[in-house]
C-alpha cells in the first residue's frame, strides 16, 4: 500500500528524519512509537506532503507521491488527524465534518454518514456548535470523525487517544479493529499509550531521533530492546 | 479594575485560616444557552492533590477557567483562600495572586527561547519599571538551570520554544509553572502526549510537590490518576456539576462513573 | 553654460495630478515654442521637471533641489496655496524666482514670486456682483460652499464682507464646508435647495478637485437648475468638466481670467498648438485635450519670463525682477496683459461663462478690459494700504 | 424621451402651418438689450401659437442662430429655416449661435410652461404646472384658473388648484387670499414659507393670520417628515455606497486576512472598465449606449477579477502567513497600478455618465428628489450582498473558501486546493470591488485617484463590522451611513466626519472585536 | 532575532562610522566652499537631516510594532503634534515681521483674532514649547491607549482606530478656526533661539542635534528591547493572554512603550519642523502614516537599525526618483515594495544578517 523508503528531512540544519523507511499494507495497523521529540510527528506530516522530504521516496499503491501537495495526497486517498486536532475553529461541527468529504463529488459530498454519529454520539448533539468551541475531547472526536468520513485508503492518526475519556478511547479502539478487519484501509496510528498501541497494532516502528531503531510484528513490541527505545 | 501597583509582588499572605485554598459555590458558566457548569461547588484544601475527572465537554476546563478569570461565571463565586473574590480579579492579578495554570493545549511563547520563557514566569516583580531594571542574580539563573534540568530540556534553552515537539512543549510548561512557584496549580492534562515513560516522571515530579503546593489536576490517563491520586480525593464533574467523588478505587466503582466515564 | 534651465514643480502623481499634469505639460509646450524661435538671449531653455508628488514638504524640498543642485533660473510651479507656502522661504532664501499660475485667496505678497493667476478681486467679486445684477439672475441669498482649507475659506470671507457691504444680511448666507475628496452632497444639495426655498439663491461654490464631479453629478441629479440657483465655481474649468456628463449642467456658471472659448486670433493659435502638442508628444487622451485658465496663465507666465530676461540680458533674479514690471504679453484671452510692477500680480480681465453641453463655456459676461489685482483684499480689515511689496 | 417625441411633433406641426413671427418680435432677441430680449420673449410667449412654440423651444435647445444681418434661423443639418418666414434655404455666411444665458432661459421657460399648461399632453401639462409653481404670480391668476377650468387630469387639477392659490395668496381680495391660504395647507412648496411667513404678522386680515399660522404649521411639520425620510433615503444611499466600497475588501481582507492597500485601485479599475465600455458603446453601437452598464458589469467583474488573480499568482500567494507584510506589498501594487491607469488614460478624470434612465430622480412628497442613479445603486448594493452570502455560506466553494482561510494547512490535507481556493477568492473579493467601481463611476469622478478616496472609508467599515462578519459589514456600512447623514445637517460636513472617526474609536472600545464579534473560544 | 545581542560587532562599528560620517557632512559645508572637492552641498545636508527626523519616527514605530506587536497607522498624529508644538514657538518668534506685522501670526490676524487662544499660552517661551513636544503626543497616547489597550483592542482593530484617530486630528488641524493655520499650517519661519533659521550655522546645529538625539535614541531602544522588558514586550505580541496567566499586566507594558514611541515620535516631529520648514495637516494623513510603517518594514521591523535604514533608503530612493523619473518612479518604487516583501521578508536588516550568515 505505502511505501516509504529512505526519507531525510531536515528543520533548518536540523537532521529531524534520518533515512527512514517503512512499509505499510492494506487491512494491517501499524504502530509508530517513540519519545517526545523524536520525529513521529514530522514523519507523519511528511507522508501527508505537509513538509517536503529532502531525500527518499514515498510511494502509494505504487504510485510516486514525494512530490505532491497535501491536496492531491488527499485525493489520491490518505486521510490525516493531525496532532493538536486542528479542527476549523469557525466552521460549525457540521462543517467540519463536510470539510471530511471534501476529496468526494456529488451527492457523496453532502451526505455525512449515519457512523460516525454512532460512533461520536456528542457530535450529532454539537451539529451547529462552532467547532472551536468544543472541548478538547470533543475536537479530538471531530477530528478522527472527519478522517473517517473521507473513507481513505490510509488513515494517519496522530496520537488520537490524546485528551479522550476513557469510554471513548475504547470505542475509537474498536473502530479502528473494525476498520482493520475490513481490510480495505492501512492504519498508521501514532501513540505514546502502549497498551492502546500494542493492542490495535500489527506491526510496529520504533523511532530514536529520527531513525528507525526498531520495528517488528505486534508480538515483538514487548522486548525489553523495545521497551528501551521507548524509557527515559 | 487595575491598579498602578498590579504586578507587584502580592505582599500578604493568603488567608487560608479555614484550611482551605480554593471555594467554588454553585457557579454557573452559561454558554449561548448552553451550560458548561451548573451550579458547581468544590472545594481544595491547602497542599491538597486533588484529581478532577470527567467525561469530555463535562466542564473542567471552563472550571480552570472561571478559576483563572479566562471566563466570567454567569452565577456563583469563586475565592482564592478567604479574602480574594477571583471574579472580581482580572486574569493577571490571579496569576499574582498565586494561582498558575498549564492549559490543555500547551502554550509557551513560541518565538522565546526556552530560557526566556522561563525567565519570564519567574517569580518576581512584574510591574513595569523593575521589569525594565531587572538583571538575572546569579542564584534565579541557578534556578531556571535547575528547572531546565527537571523538565530536561537542558541543552534546549537556546532554541525557540516554538520549534519544540508537542511532548517537549508540555514539559515546558510545567517548567515555567515551577518559575512561578504558585500557591496553587492548576494542571489540564498534563500528560497527554507524553509517553508512557515520561507519564510516570510527572507523576514522579507531582508527588514531590504534593504538600508544597495545592494541585488540581485534570486528566483523562486513568493510571496515572491512580498514580497521583493515591488516597487523596479523586471528583468527578459531568455535565458542569460533581456526579461523584471518593477516593479512586471508590469512583472507579461508581456505576454512574463508568456509564459515562470509564466505560465498560 | 549654453542653455538656461528652467524648473517645472508641478504634482505629476497624488491627489494633485489631475490639475497639474496637464501644467507641466503646457509648460514644456511653450518652451518648445520659444526654443523654436531661437531661445532666450540666445541660449536654449532646457525643462527640468520634477515630480513633488502632491506632497506639501516634498515640494520645498524639490524647489530647493531645483534652485541648489539643478541651478535652475526660474522655476513655474505649484498649484496649491499650501505648496506656495511651503516653497516660499526656499525661493527667499536663495533668491530665486516662482511663476505661480493658479488663482488664489490673496493675503501675500513676495518679491520672489509672480501671480500669473487670479487674485480674488480678479475673480471672486466680480463673478458675485454679476449674480446680483439683474441680468445675472438678482441673487439676494448665498450659499458660500467650499472645499475645507485656506483658498475658500480665505475667499468666502472676502465674500462675505462684501456681500454685508453691499447690504445681504448674515441669514441670508449660508457657508457650507466639506472635507477634501467629499464625496457625498446629498445632504448639501438637499439644504441648498431648503435654503433656497426662501428667495433668490445662487451659489458660490470653492469646492476643489475631485469633489467637484460627484457635487455636480448630484446637483444634476436632484434637478436643480441653473435658471432656479445657479452656481458659480472658482476652481472648475474646462479640464475638470471633462469628468462630468455636462448636459445637466447646462447654465452654471464658472468665473476665470480665460476661456477656451473665447474667440481671438491668439487664443485659436494656442489652442492650435496645444492640441497639436498633445498630439505629438502622445499625451493621453490627446484627441480630447482642452485649455483652461491656469494653462493660459503658465504660458504667458513663462513667456513674460523670458522677455524679461531678454530685456534684463541676464537671468540674475534681482534684474529680471526689474524687468519684469510692466511687461506686456498679448494673451490668448484676447487681452494685452501686464504685469504689475508694483505687485508682482498681472493686470488680468475677467470672464464668467455658463458651462455648455459640450464642456465649455458660453462667456456671458466680461470686463471691459484687464483689471488690476488686489492681492490685499478691502474686504478684510487691516489691509488698508498693503498694496506694494 | 416621451419630451423629445413631442418635441419632434411640434417641430412638425410647426413646418406644416408656417405662419411667421413679426420680426419686430425677433429683432430684439439678437440684439445686446437684455431687457429688451426678456421683454421678446414674453411677447412671443404671449402669441400662443405653434410658432411661438417652435421658437421658443428652439431657443431652448440652443438650435437658434444668428446671421450677421441679424436674422434668427433654424439650424438642421446643412439648411437653415428663416424664423421670420419660414423660408428654407443653405446656411447663410458667419451664422453663430443665438446667446442664451440663464435670465434669459428662465423667461423662455417661463413662457413655455404658460403655453403648455393647455398642452393635449397630460405630461406636458403637468410639468408646465410644476414649473409654474416656483414662480406663480397674481397676473397669472386668470390664465391659471382658465387652465384649472379646463383641466380634467385628477393630479394635474390638485396642481393646479395649488398654484392658483399661491398665485391667489397675493390678491387684494380677504376671501381669495385666505381660501388660498387655506388650500395651501395641503402644499409641500418650502417656497412659499417666505411668503406665508410675511403675512403672518403682516397681513392686515386676523382670519387670514390665523389661516396662515395653520397652513405654515402644516407645511413645516410635512417638511420636517420629508426632511426625516430625506435623511434615511441618504444614509442607506451613503451605506450603499461604502458597502460596495468596502465588500470586495471583505472578502479580501475579512476573510483572507490580506491588509489589502491595492483594494481602492482595484475600484479604480472596475470604473475604468466602464468607462472603456461606454466608450466602445459610444463608438460601435451608439443606440445602445444607454445599456452599457448592463456589459461594463460582467466586464468589470471579469477585469478586475484577472487582475486580482494576476496579483494572487505573482505576490500575494507568496505572503499567506505573513498578514502584515502584505500591506507593503499591496501598497508598492497600489502605486504601480495608479501610475499605469495615469500613464495610460491621463491624470485626469474621465467622463462617466450616466445612462439616460439614471439620470434625474422621482420627486416624492412634494420636494424630496430620490435621484435615480442612488436608488438602482441601493438596489445593486443589495443584490451583490446577496450574491456573495449566498456564495460564501451556500455553496461548497463557499465552505471550502472559509476553510482554507482558517487553516490553510489543514484544508490541504483534506484535499482541497488551498492555491485554487486562494486564487479564486482573491479573484472574486477583486471582481466585486470591480463592480464597486462600476457603482461609484455613476456617482464620483473617475480618475487614477478614485481609489484613495474610498480606501480608509471601506477598512473602516469592514473594521467595525467585525472582521470576517458579512453581516457585520452591512450592519456597519448602514450604521455610518445614517450617522453620517444625520449628523451633517446639524454639524456640517467636517465636524459630522470627525464625529462619526470618534465614534468609531469609542465604539470599538466597547466592542473591541467589531460589531458582530466572534464569542468564545473559537475566536481565539 | 530576539537575542540579546541585538547589534553585532559588525553592526555596530558600522553605527559609530555612519554617524561620524553624518556627523562630518555639515562640517564639510560648512568649511569647503562650493566648488572644492570636499564640499558637501547644503541641500544634501537639509535632505540628510530630514531623512534623519524620517528614521526617528520608524524607530519609534518599531518599538510598538516591531517588539509590541502594535500597528499602528496613526503615528503621522504624533509626529505632526510634535511639529506643531515646537512650529507654535517658532511661528511666535517670527514677531512682527509678518505681513499684517501684528504680534499675532498672519493667520490669526486674518481671523480676527486679537489675542492668542488659551492653547497657545506660554509657547513663546523655547522651553514651555519643548515641554510640549514632549507632553502633547505623550498624553495623547498615554491616554488613547489607556482606553484602547484596557478594552483589550488589538490587532487590525487597534490599527484602524489610530487611522481614524490621524484622519480625524487631520480634518480637525484642516480647519481655519482649530488655530493652527488650517491647511497651510506653519511656516515661514525666521528665527529659533533668536538664530536665524536660514544661517548655515543654525542649520548645521539643528542637523547635528538631530543626529545625536537618533542615535541616542536608537541606544535608548536598545537598552529597553533587549532588557526583560524587550521580552515582556515580545510576549505581548506572540501572546498576550498567556502573558496575563503568568501574572503580568500587559496594560501598562503596551502603555508603556506606546507612549514612548509616540514621544519619540513627537520629537521627530520637532526637529523636522525648523528642518523642513512647514508643518501642515497632512503630515496626519493616513496615508503619511502608513508611509511610516512602509519605512520599518523595508527595513525590516523588530530590528531597530532596519527601520532607520529602510527610512532612509525609500525616502532617500524616492528624492532621486522624482527627480530623475518623474513619471517612471511610482512604477519604480512600487516594484522595490514589492520585490522587498517577496525576496526580503525580514526587510533590508534582514539582507545583512543573511550575508552575516
Ligand atoms: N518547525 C520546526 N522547526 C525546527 N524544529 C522542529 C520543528 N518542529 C519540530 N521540530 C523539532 O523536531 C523534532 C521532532 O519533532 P516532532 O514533532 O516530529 O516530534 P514527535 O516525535 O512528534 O514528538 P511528540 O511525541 O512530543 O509529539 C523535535 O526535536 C522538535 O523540537
Ligand atoms: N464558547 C463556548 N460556546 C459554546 N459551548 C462551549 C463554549 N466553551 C465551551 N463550550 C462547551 O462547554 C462544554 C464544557 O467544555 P470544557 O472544555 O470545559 O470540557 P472539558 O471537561 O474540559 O472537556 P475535555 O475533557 O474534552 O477537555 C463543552 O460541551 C463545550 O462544547
Ligand atoms: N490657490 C488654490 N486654488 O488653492
Ligand atoms: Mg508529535
Ligand atoms: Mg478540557
Redesign the pocket.
Known amino acids: 500500500m505505502l511505501q516509504v523508503e529512505k526519507i531525510n528531512q531536515y528543520y533548518g540544519a536540523a537532521h529531524t528524519l534520518r533515512g527512514v523507511s517503512m512499509e505499510l499494507e492494506k487491512g494491517k495497523c501499524t504502530a509508530l512509537l517513540g519519545r517526545n521529540g523524536v520525529g513521529k510527528t514530522t514523519l507523519l506530516k511528511c507522508l501527508m506532503g505537509v513538509l517536503p522530504v529532502s531525500a527518499g521516496s514515498v510511494k502509494l499503491e505504487g504510485r510516486d507521491i514525494t512530490r505532491l501537495a497535501p491536496h492531491q495526497r488527499a485525493r489520491a486517498g490518505i486521510a490525516y488527524v493531525p496532532q493538536g486536532r486542528e479542527i476549523f475553529a469557525r466552521l460549525t461541527v457540521e462543517e467540519n465534518l463536510l470539510m471530511g468529504l471534501a476529496t468526494h463529488s456529488g451527492k457523496k459530498a453532502h451526505t455525512i454518514k449515519g457512523e460516525v454519529y454512532e460512533l461520536f454520539p ?1 457530535l450529532k448533539e ?1 451539529l451547529h ?2 467547532g472551536g ?8 472526536q471531530l477530528a478522527i470523525a472527519r478522517a473517517l468520513l473521507a473513507e481513505p485508503k490510509l488513515i494517519i492518526l496522530d496520537e488520537p487517544t490524546e ?3 476513557p469510554s471513548i478511547i475504547k470505542d475509537i479502539g474498536n473502530v479502528i479493529r473494525l476498520l482493520r478487519q475490513r481490510g480495505d484501509m492501512a492504519i498508521l496510528l501514532c501513540e505514546q499509550y502502549f497498551d492502546f498501541a500494542h493492542e490495535l497494532a500489527d506491526q510496529f516502528i520504533v523511532l530514536s531521533r529520527g531513525e528507525v531503531v526498531a520495528s517488528g510484528a505486534q508480538a515483538a513490541m514487548n522486548d525489553p530492546e523495545v521497551k528501551r527505545h521507548l524509557a527515559v | 479594575m487595575s491598579s498602578m501597583n498590579d504586578g507587584r509582588i502580592a505582599l500578604q499572605g493568603l488567608d487560608t485560616t479555614h484550611g482551605a485554598i480554593l471555594y467554588l459555590e454553585e457557579i454557573s ?1 452559561v ?2 444557552g ?1 451550560r ?2 451548573n451550579k458547581l461547588s468544590l472545594d481544595i484544601s491547602v497542599g491538597e492533590l486533588r484529581c478532577i475527572i ?12 472561571v478559576i483563572t478569570g479566562k471566563t466570567r461565571p454567569t452565577s456563583g463565586t469563586a475565592f482564592f483562600g478567604q479574602t480574594m473574590d477571583l471574579s472580581r480579579m482580572s486574569e493577571h492579578e490571579i496569576a499574582h495572586a498565586g494561582i498558575g495554570r498549564k492549559f ?1 493545549r500547551p502554550t509557551v511563547f513560541e518565538q522565546h527561547t526556552v530560557f526566556e520563557n522561563l525567565e519570564l514566569a519567574m517569580k518576581m516583580d512584574k510591574r513595569v519599571r523593575p521589569t525594565l531594571f531587572a538583571r538575572l542574580s546569579s542564584e534565579q539563573r541557578g534556578k531556571i538551570e535547575e528547572i531546565l534540568k527537571l523538565i530536561r530540556l537542558n541543552g534546549s534553552e537556546q532554541r525557540l520554544a516554538g520549534l519544540l515537539s508537542h511532548g517537549q512543549k508540555q514539559w515546558l510548561e510545567i517548567g515555567m509553572l515551577l518559575m512561578q512557584e504558585p500557591q496553587l496549580i492548576l494542571l ?2 498534563p500528560v497527554a502526549g507524553m509517553s508512557d515513560a515520561e507519564t510516570a516522571r510527572t507523576a514522579e515530579l507531582l508527588n514531590e510537590l504534593r504538600g508544597k503546593h495545592s494541585i488540581m489536576v ?1 486528566e ?1 490517563d486513568m493510571a496515572f490518576v491512580t498514580e497521583i491520586a493515591q488516597q487523596g480525593v479523586v471528583t468527578v ?1 459531568h455535565e ?1 456539576s460533581v456526579l461523584a467523588q471518593g477516593r479512586m478505587d471508590e469512583v472507579q466503582a461508581d456505576e454512574r462513573v463508568i456509564e459515562v466515564y470509564l466505560g465498560r | 553654460a549654453d542653455t538656461i534651465k528652467v524648473g517645472i514643480l508641478h504634482s505629476l502623481s497624488g491627489t494633485m495630478a489631475i490639475s497639474e499634469t496637464s501644467l507641466k505639460d503646457v509648460a514644456l509646450m511653450t518652451i518648445d515654442e520659444i526654443n523654436a524661435k531661437g531661445g532666450v538671449l540666445g541660449k536654449k531653455l532646457e525643462p527640468v521637471v520634477v515630480d513633488p508628488a502632491s506632497n506639501w514638504p516634498l515640494f520645498a524640498e524639490k524647489a530647493r533641489g531645483l534652485i541648489a543642485q539643478d541651478k535652475v533660473s526660474v522655476v513655474f510651479g505649484c498649484w496649491t496655496s499650501v505648496s506656495r507656502k511651503s516653497v516660499l522661504p526656499v525661493f527667499k532664501e536663495l533668491n530665486s524666482l516662482l511663476f505661480y499660475p493658479v488663482q488664489y485667496e490673496g493675503e501675500e505678497l513676495e518679491k520672489n514670486v509672480f501671480y500669473t493667476g487670479a487674485a480674488p478681486n480678479q475673480q471672486a467679486i466680480p463673478a458675485v456682483q454679476y449674480l446680483m445684477s439683474k441680468e445675472g439672475g438678482g441673487a439676494k441669498r448665498f450659499v458660500l460652499l467650499g472645499t475645507d482649507y485656506v483658498y475658500p475659506r480665505t475667499t468666502n470671507k472676502i465674500l462675505r464682507a462684501y456681500l454685508k457691504s453691499k447690504g445681504v444680511k448674515d441669514s441670508d448666507i449660508d457657508e457650507v464646508y466639506t472635507p477634501f475628496g467629499h464625496s457625498d452632497y446629498q445632504t448639501i444639495v438637499a439644504n441648498i435647495k431648503k435654503f433656497a426655498a426662501g428667495g433668490k439663491t445662487a451659489v458660490i461654490s470653492t469646492i476643489n478637485g475631485d469633489s467637484n464631479v460627484p457635487f455636480y453629478k448630484e446637483l444634476g441629479n436632484a434637478g436643480l437648475k441653473a435658471t432656479d440657483v445657479p452656481v458659480v465655481a472658482f476652481s472648475v474649468g474646462e479640464e475638470e468638466l471633462r469628468g462630468v456628463d455636462t448636459k445637466p449642467l447646462l447654465g452654471h456658471l464658472a468665473a476665470w481670467n480665460y476661456f477656451e472659448s473665447v474667440k481671438n486670433p491668439v487664443n485659436t493659435d494656442f489652442i492650435k498648438k496645444w492640441k497639436a502638442y498633445a498630439v505629438a508628444k502622445k499625451l493621453p487622451n490627446a484627441n480630447t485635450v482642452v485649455t483652461n485658465d491656469p494653462m493660459e496663465a503658465t504660458y504667458v507666465g513663462i513667456h513674460m519670463w523670458a522677455q524679461a530676461v531678454e530685456k534684463a540680458k541676464s537671468t540674475d533674479t534681482d534684474k529680471v525682477i526689474a524687468a519684469m514690471g510692466g511687461q506686456t504679453f498679448k494673451a490668448p484671452s484676447g487681452f494685452t496683459l501686464t504685469m504689475d510692477a508694483t505687485n508682482h500680480h498681472l493686470h488680468k480681465p475677467v470672464f464668467i461663462g455658463e458651462i455648455r453641453p459640450d464642456g465649455q463655456f458660453n462667456v456671458v459676461w466680461k470686463t471691459p478690459g484687464p483689471v488690476r489685482a488686489n492681492p490685499w483684499s478691502p474686504y478684510i480689515p487691516g489691509n488698508e494700504g498693503k498694496q506694494k511689496l | 424621451m416621451l419630451r423629445k417625441l413631442f418635441l419632434i411633433a411640434c417641430l412638425c406641426f410647426a413646418r406644416a402651418a408656417c405662419a411667421g413671427i413679426a420680426p419686430g418680435l425677433l429683432a430684439p432677441l439678437a440684439g445686446d438689450d437684455p431687457d429688451a430680449r426678456v421683454e421678446a420673449i414674453a411677447k412671443i410667449g404671449a402669441l400662443a401659437n405653434d410658432d411661438a412654440t417652435r421658437l421658443l423651444t428652439a431657443l431652448q435647445s440652443g438650435d437658434v442662430y444668428t446671421a450677421p444681418d441679424g436674422k434668427l434661423y433654424f439650424v438642421t443639418d446643412d439648411k437653415a429655416t428663416d424664423v421670420a418666414t419660414g423660408a428654407i434655404g443653405p446656411l447663410p455666411e458667419g451664422l453663430d449661435g443665438l446667446m442664451v444665458n440663464n435670465r434669459l432661459r428662465g423667461a423662455i421657460d417661463e413662457a413655455l410652461s404658460a403655453l403648455k399648461m393647455f398642452s393635449p399632453d397630460r405630461v406636458q401639462r403637468l410639468a408646465a404646472v410644476t414649473e409654474l409653481q416656483k414662480s406663480a404670480t397674481l397676473a397669472q391668476a386668470p390664465l391659471i384658473e382658465k387652465a384649472l377650468g379646463k383641466e380634467t387630469d385628477a393630479e394635474v387639477r390638485e396642481l393646479l388648484r395649488l398654484v392658483a392659490a399661491t398665485a391667489n395668496l397675493q390678491s387684494p381680495d380677504v376671501t381669495k387670499r385666505r381660501s388660498a391660504v387655506e388650500a395651501l395647507a395641503g402644499s409641500s412648496n418650502a417656497s412659499l414659507r417666505p411668503q406665508l411667513q410675511t403675512m403672518l404678522t403682516e397681513d392686515p386680515d386676523a382670519s387670514v393670520r390665523v389661516a396662515a399660522a395653520q397652513t405654515l404649521q402644516a407645511l413645516d411639520s410635512r417638511l420636517a417628515r420629508t426632511e426625516f425620510i430625506g435623511n434615511v433615503f441618504y444614509g442607506i444611499s451613503l451605506a450603499s455606497v461604502l458597502l460596495l466600497a468596502a465588500l470586495g475588501l471583505a472578502i479580501t481582507f475579512g476573510l483572507m486576512g490580506i491588509i489589502n492597500m491595492a483594494h481602492g485601485e482595484l475600484l479604480m479599475i472596475g470604473a475604468y472598465t466602464t468607462y472603456l465600455c461606454q466608450l466602445a458603446f459610444r463608438r460601435w453601437m451608439p443606440d445602445a449606449l444607454d445599456w452599457y452598464l448592463a456589459a461594463a458589469l460582467p466586464a468589470a467583474f471579469v477585469v478586475t477579477a484577472l487582475v486580482g488573480i494576476a496579483l494572487e499568482r505573482t505576490v500575494i500567494r507568496w505572503l499567506y502567513g505573513r498578514p502584515l507584510e502584505t500591506l507593503l506589498a499591496t501598497w508598492g501594487i497600489s502605486l504601480i497600478l495608479m501610475q499605469a491607469v495615469r500613464t495610460i488614460f491621463g491624470a485626469q478624470n474621465v467622463e462617466v455618465a450616466n445612462p439616460a434612465w439614471m439620470s434625474g430622480g422621482v420627486t416624492v412628497l412634494g420636494s424630496l428628489v430620490l435621484a435615480y442613479n442612488r436608488i438602482a445603486i441601493i438596489v445593486f448594493a443589495a443584490l451583490v450582498v446577496g450574491g456573495v452570502w449566498l456564495i460564501l455560506n451556500k455553496t461548497r466553494l463557499g465552505l471550502f473558501v472559509r476553510a482554507v482561510m482558517q487553516n490553510r494547512r489543514m484544508a490541504g490535507c483534506v484535499g482541497v486546493s488551498t492555491a485554487k481556493i486562494d486564487m479564486m477568492t482573491f479573484g472574486l473579493g477583486s471582481g466585486i470591488a470591480g463592480l464597486g467601481g462600476v457603482a461609484l463611476s455613476q456617482l464620483g469622478n473617475v480618475g487614477p485617484d478614485l481609489g484613495q478616496g474610498y480606501i480608509v472609508d471601506s477598512f473602516m467599515v469592514v473594521v467595525l463590522g467585525g472582521v470576517g462578519q458579512l453581516a457585520g459589514t452591512v450592519i456597519a456600512a448602514l450604521g455610518l451611513g445614517e450617522a453620517n447623514k444625520f449628523l451633517e445637517p446639524v454639524a456640517g460636513a467636517v465636524l459630522a466626519k470627525i464625529a462619526i472617526l470618534i465614534f468609531i474609536i469609542i465604539f470599538i472600545q466597547k466592542r473591541p472585536q467589531g460589531l458582530f464579534a466572534m ?4 475566536a481565539e | 532575532m530576539n537575542h540579546p545581542t541585538l547589534f553585532s560587532r559588525k553592526a555596530w562599528s558600522g553605527i559609530v562610522a555612519v554617524t561620524v560620517l553624518l556627523a562630518a557632512l555639515p562640517l564639510l559645508n560648512l568649511f569647503f566652499a562650493d566648488g572644492h572637492a570636499l564640499h558637501v552641498p547644503s541641500y544634501m545636508v537639509s535632505l540628510i537631516g530630514k531623512f534623519m527626523c524620517y528614521a526617528l519616527a520608524a524607530l519609534a514605530l518599531d518599538m510598538v510594532w516591531g517588539y509590541a506587536g502594535i500597528l499602528s497607522l496613526g503615528h503621522g498624529v504624533f509626529f505632526a503634534l510634535g511639529a506643531y508644538a515646537h512650529g507654535m514657538y517658532l511661528m511666535r518668534s517670527i514677531g512682527r515681521e509678518g505681513v499684517y506685522q501684528s504680534d499675532l501670526p498672519d493667520f490669526m490676524v486674518f481671523l480676527d483674532w486679537k489675542a492668542y487662544p488659551w492653547y497657545w499660552s506660554g509657547t513663546d517661551s523655547f522651553w514651555v514649547a519643548l515641554a510640549l513636544v514632549v507632553l502633547v503626543p505623550g498624553v495623547l497616547a498615554f491616554v488613547f491607549g489607556f482606553f484602547a489597550f484596557r478594552s483589550r483592542i488589538k490587532g487590525v482593530y487597534f490599527s484602524i482606530i489610530t487611522q481614524a484617530m490621524t484622519y480625524a486630528f487631520m480634518l480637525l488641524f484642516f480647519r481655519n478656526n482649530t488655530g493652527f493655520g488650517g491647511n497651510n499650517g506653519f511656516t515661514d519661519f525666521k528665527r529659533i533661539l533668536g538664530f536665524s533659521i536660514s544661517a548655515p550655522g543654525t542649520k548645521a546645529a539643528l542637523y547635528l542635534i538631530t543626529l545625536l538625539v537618533l542615535v541616542g535614541a536608537l541606544l535608548l531602544c536598545r537598552w529597553i528591547v533587549t532588557s526583560k522588558l524587550g521580552r515582556v514586550l515580545q510576549a505581548v505580541r506572540d501572546s498576550e493572554s498567556r502573558l496575563m496567566f503568568i501574572g503580568y499586566n500587559p496594560l501598562w507594558f503596551k502603555l508603556f512603550v506606546w507612549t514612548l514611541s509616540a514621544v519619540l515620535c513627537g520629537i521627530a516631529g520637532a526637529l523636522y519642523v525648523p528642518q523642513v520648514g512647514i508643518i501642515n495637516p497632512s503630515e496626519m494623513s493616513p496615508a503619511n502614516s502608513i508611509e511610516m510603517v512602509i519605512w520599518a518594514a523595508v527595513g525590516g521591523r523588530g530590528t531597530l537599525l532596519g527601520p532607520v535604514i529602510g527610512a532612509f533608503s525609500v525616502n532617500g530612493l524616492k528624492s532621486w526618483f522624482t527627480g530623475a523619473f518623474p513619471n517612471l518612479w511610482l512604477f519604480a518604487l512600487g516594484l522595490i515594495f514589492i520585490l522587498v516583501t517577496r525576496y526580503l521578508p525580514r526587510g533590508l536588516a534582514g539582507l545583512v544578517r543573511k550575508e552575516q550568515a
Open positions: 456528542v454539537m456548535r462552532r468551541d468544543l472541548s478538547g475531547g470533543q475536537q479530538q485528551g479522550i475519556q | 458558566v454558554f449561548d448552553f458548561a457548569l470527567g467525561p469530555n465537554g463535562a466542564g473542567k476546563t471552563t472550571m480552570m477557567d490543555q489540564d492534562e485534570v483523562h464533574l458542569g | 464569542k468564545g473560544r473559537s
